[in-house]
């Protein structure tokens, strides 16, 4: 019976870990979710485009109306991600 008593402990015990992991991924999840926004928000300002030409490119490239040059995916993966000194220099 003793063993019974100690299982049903350890099975509170980990209960409460899961729990309080859960917890924690969830703030971390939300961290993460912040940081990149923060990082869009950074991206967006360093193409000093107002609202209406941001818009009509994000609508433009959204419809297939433009497209990135070949390479451009693979040139800004290799970049720094924290810095937006390229992006810049390709305006």
């Known amino acids: 019976m003793a063993t019974t008593e100690k299982i ?3 099975i509170e015990k980990v209960r409460e870990k899961i729990t309080d992991q859960q ?3 969830r703030a971390l999840e939300a ?3 912040e940081e990149e926004n923060l990082e869009i928000v950074r991206m967006v300002k360093a ?3 107002d609202n209406k030409e941001l818009t ?3 609508r433009a490239y959204a419809s297939g109306m433009i497209s990135l040059p070949e390479g451009m995916m693979e040139k800004e993966a290799a970049a720094d991600p924290d810095t937006m000194e390229g ?3 390709e305006e």
């Open 8 to 10: 049903r402990r350890d």
């Open 47 to 49: 193409v000093h485009m």
């Open 23 to 25: 917890k924690r991924l």
């Open 31 to 33: 961290q993460l979710a």
């Open 87 to 89: 992006a810049d220099d």
């Open 56 to 58: 009509a490119f994000l």
